[in-house]
């Protein structure tokens, strides 16, 4: 399938965006996975750059950027974030619990929806505050499922080991007690996109008093039912989509 516009320089930053899409990239990786000369493809990053749709992480690779985001929600499009505060509402109602929705974004994760627990001892984690993935029950299930070298790479210097992340894919759950914070007990499940991909991670959080030292016994089952209502709102946008477009191609 030919994939070219016939405007050759939007193809190529097209191609640098779709080759981030996959995660944090070095120039030599960039380089590596558009096949643009090296020149071109440092020129391309910088200019994207440039415009925030693309920005570096704390290593300085190249990783998509904030400005696509605000496009996507300006456009109605993020169904996700949409779908966000009725289902994390619900769930911190049904644990007693804070709750929020964390996306990654390189080596780091953004809390970008969260539902707070409005009295009491509580884990505040506001939205757009920016956490290590090296630690939580977020950060193992964002983690989980990546590629093999991701993975790996992810472990170095994490809280968490590869046994525990192969524990998460059986469970389908992820649970942390004082591992980012002392103190401080969580509950994570994925949320998938229309690929299988998983794209966010459902947390509730709260005080080892109250969630204990097995916070999955009490919540896993209704933070999975949380995390599959989103992925279900995602894959029916999807198949909106496609049948919308199916329609015009008539």
Do not use: Y
């Amino acid at each position: 399938m030919d994939n070219s516009s016939g405007v050759g320089v939007l193809d190529k930053a097209a191609t640098v965006l779709g080759a981030l899409e996959a995660g944090p990239a070095t120039l030599a990786q960039l380089v590596g996975a558009t096949g643009l000369a090296r020149p071109t493809a440092h020129r391309l990053a910088v200019a994207l750059e440039h415009h925030r749709l693309v920005s570096r992480d704390m290593q300085g690779r190249f990783v998509l950027g904030p400005r696509l985001g605000e496009l996507a929600s300006a456009a109605g499009e993020d169904r996700l974030l949409a779908a966000a505060g009725p289902v994390l509402g619900a769930l911190r109602d049904h644990t007693n619990e804070s709750a929020q929705l964390f996306r990654r974004q390189g080596d780091m994760r953004i809390c970008v929806a969260a539902a707070e627990r409005p009295v009491g001892l509580r884990d505040s984690i506001p939205v757009g505050a920016t956490l290590s993935m090296l630690a939580g029950s977020a950060a193992q299930v964002l983690l989980a499922w990546e590629e093999p070298d991701r993975l790996h790479r992810g472990l170095q210097g994490a809280a968490f080991t590869a046994t525990a992340l192969s524990g998460v894919r059986r469970r389908g759950w992820a649970q942390s007690v004082a591992e980012r914070e002392p103190g401080v007990a969580s509950v994570s499940a994925p949320v998938r996109g229309p690929s299988g991909r998983v794209v966010a991670a459902v947390s509730i959080s709260g005080p080892i008093e109250r969630l204990s030292r097995q916070p999955g016994r009490l919540h896993a089952a209704t933070v999975v039912a949380g995390a599959n209502k989103l992925t279900e709102v995602l894959r029916r946008h999807h198949a909106m989509q496609q049948q919308q477009q199916q329609q015009q191609n008539l």
